[in-house]
Structures are given as C-alpha cells and as structure tokens.
C-alpha cells in the first residue's frame, strides 16, 4: 500500500494560483486512481477533483471545473492540482486520496470511508 503526501497549501489572495501536489511513496502508485477532496471547518468532506491510473480519465465537481485541473506523473510518484483563480469559498484543508477503484476517489459521504490511502492534508487560505 503506498502512503501519501501532500504540500503546497499556503494563503493567497483571491485570483491567485497554487499547485498542490500528492507524493507517493512505493512502486505501487501507478496502479492507484488519486482524487483530491477537501473540507472547510464545520463541513463535509467533499469531493473536488480525480484522475485514473493512467491518467486517461479526469472528473471535477461543477465548482472548480474551468479553474482547477487535476494531472500525475507515475515516473515521479506524484499527482497535482493545479488550481487558478482561486476563491474565499475554496478556503479548506485538501486532502489527496488512493483507491484502486475510481468510483471510490469521486465519490462522497459515507462512502468515504472505502478509500484505502489518504494524506494528512495541506490547508489552502484564500482571502478576499
């Protein structure tokens, strides 16, 4: 099972632009879908981003779709979400998630809870 990463949460301002990214560690990487979610204080973790093993597949929940975009590269272990034009809104902590299933990296609720790896998380502040 790989273990997971994330950095490049910070504060901004509103507009600005941050790219997270999600290390992996273990040669198993490749083989996992990788989603990113996030939660803001006093709400539910919500789904915001996910890309297939191999990268051929992406979904975005309807907030960020035009601004965020969601990228790995297996040979660096890593994934990323780019993020431009951000919002006070998208204010949260972001948390990178594995699964060998891509359905378990979009989806949400209790359902959750079937997501083998996740990260600590890395806290994104946007000020207006």
């Known amino acids: 099972q790989v273990q997971l990463v994330e950095s490049g949460g910070g504060l901004v301002q509103a507009g600005d632009s941050l790219r997270l990214s999600c290390a992996a560690s273990?040669?198993?990487?490749?083989?996992?879908?990788v989603g990113w979610f996030r939660q803001a204080p006093g709400k539910e973790r919500e789904f915001v981003a996910a890309i297939t093993w191999g990268g051929g597949s992406t979904s975005y929940t309807d907030s960020v779709k035009g601004r965020f975009t969601i990228s790995r590269d297996n040979a660096k272990n890593t994934a990323y979400l780019e993020m431009n034009t951000l919002k006070p809104e998208d204010t949260a902590v972001y948390y990178c998630a594995a699964d060998h299933d891509f359905r378990v990296v979009t989806s949400t609720g209790s359902l959750l809870r079937h997501v083998e790896v996740w990260g600590q998380g890395t806290l994104v502040t946007v000020s207006s």
């Open positions: 273990g040669r198993t990487f490749s083989s996992y879908a």
